[in-house]
Antibody
Framework: EVKLVESGGGLVQPGGSLRLSCATS????????MSWVRQPPGKALEWLGF??????????EYSASVKGRFTISRDNSQSILYLQMNTLRAEDSATYYC???????WGQGTTLTVSS | DIQMTQSPSSLSASLGERVSLTCRAS??????LNWLQQEPDGTIKRLIY???SLDSGVPKRFSGSRSGSDYSLTISSLESEDFVDYYC?????????FGAGTKLELK
């Protein structure tokens, strides 16, 4: 059974940093691109970026809104996806989801609040 | 960037009614479109992939289609559990983009 479980959300002050994790199981992690998506309260889903699979060199792509501040990485030995978020702003407050490449499986989300 | 214009933003409908939601792509995305369903607790589920392929376990009352740059999700006969939020997602090119969502409400 495919599972994706996010963790690491919480309350962070503006300008702070946080790393989210997405623990996966039930599939060959290195075969898949993995994405991060977020949803501010009451708003639409927003794609943040993805990290490619082994065959494509684990390279990354980002949305313009987070490029340079957020970094997606993966620990292939433990099948964990990460989202490192720096210089956080109030507008980064959202529920953050990880999803498998084709968006066929999603985690349950973890919530970040950026506030002083 | 490819813009996905989703309509309507909300839709009030009755049990048993047939409804269609639409996403219009600002550029050619071919068949690279998914439809997603989001429950009130935040759970997200893919319903349709590659424009018209039904995901395993998804009821056959859901269907996807394309006419030019317009992509549609049709629910043939609404059931109570269908009154949630729906999003389209294009994955033809980066950045991937979502529609703004449709909230389906019980009339």
């Amino acid at each position: 059974e495919v599972k994706l479980v996010e963790s690491g959300g919480g309350l962070v002050q503006p300008g702070g940093s946080l790393r989210l994790s997405c623990a996966t199981s039930g599939f060959t992690f290195t075969d898949y691109y993995m994405s991060w998506v977020r949803q501010p309260p009451g708003k639409a889903l927003e794609w943040l970026g993805f990290i490619r699979n082994k065959a494509n060199g684990y390279t990354t792509e980002y949305s313009a809104s987070v490029k340079g501040r957020f970094t997606i990485s993966r620990d292939n030995s433990q099948s964990i996806l990460y989202l490192q978020m720096n210089t956080l702003r109030a507008e980064d407050s959202a529920t953050y989801y990880c999803a498998r490449r084709d968006f066929d499986y999603w985690g349950q989300g973890t919530t970040l609040t950026v506030s002083s | 960037d490819i813009q996905m214009t989703q309509s309507p933003s909300s839709l009030s409908a009755s049990l048993g009614e047939r409804v269609s939601l639409t996403c219009r792509a600002s550029q050619d995305i071919g068949s690279s479109l998914n439809w997603l369903q989001q429950e009130p607790d935040g759970t997200i589920k893919r319903l349709i992939y590659a424009t018209s392929s039904l995901d395993s376990g998804v009821p056959k009352r859901f269907s996807g289609s394309r006419s030019g740059s317009d992509y549609s999700l049709t629910i043939s006969s609404l059931e109570s559990e269908d009154f949630v939020d729906y999003y389209c997602l294009q994955y033809a090119s980066s950045p991937l983009t979502f529609g703004a969502g449709t909230k389906l409400e019980l009339k």
